[in-house]
C-alpha cells in the first residue's frame, strides 16, 4: 500500500464516533435541539492556494469550521463561515487558505444558532507538494453522469456504489465531469427491463418532473446527497465539479428556447440561472468572475484547467462554417485566449484539461426534417477543420507556436470509456481520456472524427444494438491519471466501479 495511503486512510480515525451522519440524513429533529448538518461536508477545488468547505444546516444558523493537521485537532484554526439561510437554501461555503503543503487536512465544521453549537461533521483532504519528488506524487480520478436516464439511486443494489468506487481509488482529486443531476431526467419508482428484472428508483418530490423552479433544480442536487456511498466519498475526496448540460437540460445553449411539452418555462436562459444558482449553493466550487464556469488549479506536478462548453457555446447546427465567428463558438473566443495564456503561465509537468465533452467524437442530434444531423460537439465529421473545430485548430496551433507540453485531456458525456490520441498538423501528440458513466445508462461507441488523425487506443461500450444499460451492467467507467513524483511519469488507466482495471496507458514527461 502506498505511504500516502495509509496515512490518509488514518486522518479520521479518531473522530469516528464523528461519522454517524454517513448514514441516512436526519432531516427530521425534536423541537429545541441544536442544529445540525444532515448532509456532512464537502471538499472541493483545493489547489496550492487553498479550498472550499461546503455545509448545508437543518435550520438558519452560522456556519463554524476549524482545521488541523492533526486528526485530534490539537492546534486548531478557526474561520467563521456565513449564515446558512432560506435564501441560499440553508447552504453555503468556507474558503481555507494558508494550507500547509503536502499535509492531510482534517476540517470538522458545525451549525450554530441560539441554541448553540450542533454536532460536528468531519472532512479531510491532502494538500498538493510544489515541485517534484516522492511526496508530489498525484492521483486525479474522474467520471461523470449521476442518476441519468432513469436510473436512480436503488436501495436494493445498494445506492450509488460509483462513488465508493471512487473512494477506494483514494484520490487527491475526483473530477465530476459534467452532468452532475439530471434535471431534465425525472424519475419512475420502478423500471421493468426486457429480462424482466425490476430497477426500483428512491424517488422525491423534486425527480418526479423536469426541474424549471430554483427550489425543484435545488431537489435534483440534495437528492445525490440522500446516497451514503456519495457523502462518505465527499468526505474523503476533494471535488471538482464541471457545468455541462443536464444540470439544465440536455444539449442546451444560451439563447433557446423549448418546444418540449414537458415545460412550462421555455427560456433556457431562465432555466440556466437557476441551475446555476443551485449549482453554486450545493457544490464545493470556487465562483468565477465572470459567466463562464471555468477554473485554473494549481498542484505542483500536474495543473488541472477546468473548461466550460456550455454557457457561450453557439446554438447547435450541423457545424460546417467555413470561417471562425460567433457561430462557431464552443470555448468562445475570450475563454480559448484565456486557456491558451494559462497553459503557458503553467510551470507544471503535466497539464490536465478537464473537458465537459469531447473533442474528437461526434456526438450528433436531429437536425431539421431533411436535413443534416446538427452537431453537438466539436467534431462534425472528416475533412478540414470546419464550424467549431476551427477552435480546436487555433488552440493546438498556439500550444505548437508557444511550444506547450504535457497537455492531456479527460472527459466524460458520451457513457462509455475510451482512450484517443491525437496528431494536430503542428506540435506533439494529444492523448484525450473518456470514462463515465458513473451512475446512469451506458451508450455508444460514438464515431471517431479523422480531422485531427486520432488513433483509437482504446474504448468500453454496450454491444451493437443495445443501449440504456442500467447500471447493474457493469459498464460503468472511472479514470485515473497517476503521476510519479519522482520520475514526472504519467500513468492513466481506465476501470470499471468493481476496481477491473480494462486500460493502461504509461506517458514518459514530455521532453
Given at each position: 500500500?502506498?505511504?500516502?495511503?495509509?496515512?490518509?486512510?488514518?486522518?479520521?480515525?479518531?473522530?469516528?464516533?464523528?461519522?454517524?451522519?454517513?448514514?441516512?440524513?436526519?432531516?427530521?429533529?425534536?423541537?429545541?435541539?441544536?442544529p445540525g448538518l444532515p448532509f456532512g461536508l464537502q471538499t472541493g477545488d483545493v489547489g496550492l492556494d487553498g479550498a472550499i468547505v461546503w455545509a448545508k444546516s437543518d435550520r438558519p444558523a452560522r456556519l463554524r469550521v476549524e482545521w488541523d493537521t492533526s486528526e485530534a485537532f490539537?492546534?486548531?484554526?478557526?474561520?467563521?463561515?456565513?449564515?446558512?439561510?432560506?435564501?441560499?437554501?440553508?447552504?453555503?461555503?468556507?474558503?481555507?487558505?494558508?494550507?500547509?503543503?503536502?499535509?492531510?487536512?482534517?476540517?470538522?465544521?458545525?451549525?450554530?444558532?441560539?441554541?448553540?453549537?450542533?454536532v460536528p461533521a468531519f472532512a479531510r483532504f491532502r494538500t498538493p507538494v510544489p515541485g517534484g519528488g516522492p511526496g508530489a506524487s498525484t492521483r486525479i480520478a474522474w467520471s461523470g453522469d449521476t442518476c441519468g436516464q432513469g436510473w436512480g439511486i436503488n436501495p436494493e443494489w445498494g445506492g450509488l456504489r460509483g462513488y465508493a468506487a471512487v473512494r477506494a481509488l483514494n484520490p487527491d482529486v475526483f473530477v465530476h465531469s459534467g452532468d452532475v443531476i439530471y434535471a431534465d431526467n425525472?424519475?419512475?419508482?420502478?423500471?421493468?427491463?426486457?429480462?424482466?428484472?425490476?430497477?426500483?428508483?428512491?424517488v422525491t418530490p423534486a425527480k418526479r418532473k423536469v426541474a424549471e423552479t430554483l427550489d425543484e433544480f435545488r431537489g435534483n442536487f440534495a437528492y445525490n446527497l440522500l446516497d451514503?456511498?456519495?457523502?462518505?466519498?465527499?468526505?474523503?475526496?476533494?471535488f471538482v465539479t464541471q457545468w455541462d448540460d443536464?444540470?439544465?437540460?440536455?444539449?442546451?445553449?444560451?439563447?433557446?428556447?423549448?418546444?418540449?411539452?414537458?415545460?412550462?418555462?421555455?427560456?433556457?436562459?431562465?432555466?440556466a440561472a437557476r441551475a446555476r444558482q443551485a449549482f453554486f449553493e450545493y457544490t464545493p466550487t470556487r465562483r468565477p468572475r465572470g459567466p463562464v464556469i471555468t477554473r485554473t488549479l494549481a498542484r505542483g506536478l500536474v495543473d488541472l484547467f477546468v473548461v466550460d462548453l456550455r454557457s457561450h457555446r453557439a446554438p447547435n447546427g450541423p457545424n460546417r462554417q467555413a470561417k471562425a465567428g460567433p457561430g462557431t463558438a464552443m470555448l468562445g473566443e475570450a475563454q480559448r485566449a484565456a486557456l491558451l495564456e494559462a497553459l503557458s503561465r503553467s510551470t507544471a509537468t503535466w497539464r490536465i484539461i478537464a473537458c465537459d465533452m469531447p473533442i474528437g467524437l461526434q456526438v450528433q442530434e436531429a437536425g431539421a426534417p431533411g436535413g443534416p444531423p446538427h452537431q453537438e460537439g466539436f467534431a462534425n465529421g472528416p475533412g478540414a477543420p470546419l464550424g467549431r473545430e476551427l477552435e480546436l485548430a487555433a488552440l493546438f496551433d498556439g500550444l505548437a507556436e508557444r511550444r506547450i507540453g504535457g497537455v492531456v485531456f479527460i472527459t466524460a458525456?458520451?457513457?462509455?470509456?475510451?482512450?484517443?490520441?491525437?496528431?494536430?498538423?503542428?506540435?506533439a501528440p494529444l492523448h484525450e481520456f473518456v470514462a463515465?458513466?458513473?451512475?446512469?445508462?451506458?451508450?455508444?461507441?460514438?464515431?471517431?472524427?479523422?480531422?485531427?488523425?486520432?488513433?483509437?487506443?482504446?474504448?468500453?461500450?454496450?454491444?451493437?444494438?443495445?443501449?440504456?444499460?442500467?447500471?447493474?451492467?457493469?459498464?460503468?467507467?472511472?479514470?485515473?491519471l497517476d503521476v510519479d513524483?519522482?520520475?514526472?511519469?504519467?500513468?492513466?488507466?481506465?476501470?470499471?466501479?468493481?476496481?477491473?482495471?480494462l486500460y493502461r496507458l504509461e506517458l514518459p514527461p514530455p521532453g
Open positions: 500500500m502506498h505511504e500516502r495511503d495509509l496515512t490518509r486512510r488514518g486522518a479520521l480515525g479518531a473522530t469516528a464516533a464523528g461519522l454517524a451522519w454517513l448514514g441516512a440524513p436526519a432531516f427530521l429533529r425534536a423541537a429545541g435541539t441544536r490539537r492546534s486548531p484554526r478557526r474561520v467563521d463561515g456565513p449564515e446558512l439561510l432560506p435564501a441560499g437554501d440553508l447552504t453555503g461555503v468556507v474558503a481555507l487558505s494558508g494550507l500547509p503543503p503536502g499535509q492531510t487536512i482534517c476540517v470538522r465544521a458545525w451549525a450554530e444558532d441560539a441554541t448553540g453549537a450542533g425525472p424519475l419512475e419508482p420502478e423500471v421493468r427491463l426486457p429480462d424482466g428484472r425490476i430497477w426500483r428508483n428512491l451514503a456511498h456519495l457523502r462518505a466519498c465527499a468526505a474523503e475526496v476533494p443536464h444540470e439544465v437540460l440536455n444539449n442546451w445553449w444560451p439563447g433557446q428556447r423549448l418546444t418540449d411539452p414537458r415545460y412550462t418555462e421555455r427560456d433556457v436562459d431562465v432555466l458525456d458520451v457513457h462509455y470509456a475510451a482512450a484517443h490520441r491525437y496528431h494536430p498538423p503542428r506540435g463515465g458513466p458513473l451512475h446512469a445508462g451506458t451508450f455508444g461507441p460514438n464515431p471517431l472524427d479523422p480531422t485531427f488523425s486520432p488513433t483509437l487506443l482504446f474504448q468500453k461500450a454496450p454491444p451493437p444494438g443495445q443501449f440504456n444499460l442500467p447500471p447493474w451492467d457493469g459498464l460503468q467507467f472511472i479514470g485515473v513524483g519522482a520520475t514526472r511519469t504519467l500513468t492513466a488507466r481506465l476501470q470499471d466501479i468493481e476496481g477491473r482495471e
